[in-house]
């Protein structure tokens, strides 16, 4: 019932990780971005695009065509999987999490979360990863109504506070 209902009213699920941070580190190409593509990968279930900057931004010391970031956008089967394991495995790892906020659904009525570090999906081993890096999901609805988005995701059995 919910994966028909998930294809039906859910268009995409996109996943976005920053790396601007670990970007300013040394050997970042060679040692941590393989490591980070491995473990978003994993996480997603799919290989993810790398996101390079389009203009320099002396301010955040990045420069023109440096990689800052990783997307994935899941739909059909990946998207089902991930929101699954999304929903019942690692939002109930956030530590002191009491449900997500009305105010993450913007008028479009999509969701977003984030994630202060990605070790709280079960597939990343805490012990072996190098690197800690927060990611960002967003839900797109079909229906773009806030409302109508409110009773999907409550439906769908994602934990929205009253």
């Keep these: 019932m919910t994966e028909k209902l998930l294809r039906q009213e859910i268009e995409k699920i996109v996943v976005n990780a920053g790396l601007g ?6 050997q970042f190409e060679e040692k941590i971005l393989p490591e980070v593509e491995k473990e978003f990968a994993a996480i997603t279930g799919q290989k993810a695009s790398i996101r390079a900057a389009k203009k320099s931004i002396a301010g955040f010391k990045i420069r023109e065509n440096q990689i800052i970031g ?22 109930p790892r956030v530590k002191d ?5 009305l105010s993450n659904i913007d008028e479009s009525g999509n969701l977003n979360i984030g994630f202060k570090e990605h070790d709280v999906f079960p597939e990343i081993d805490q012990e072996k990863s190098k690197t800690s890096f927060g990611l960002q999901v967003t839900i797109v609805p079909r229906k773009k109504n806030r409302e109508a988005a409110i009773a999907l995701y409550r439906r769908l059995g994602l934990p929205l506070k009253k």
């Design 21 to 26: 941070r670990l970007s300013q580190q040394g």
């Design 70 to 91: 990783l997307k994935v956008t899941l739909r059909q089967k990946h998207m089902e999987d991930f929101f699954e394991r999304l929903v019942n495995l690692a939002l």
């Design 97 to 101: 999490f009491r449900g997500l906020e």
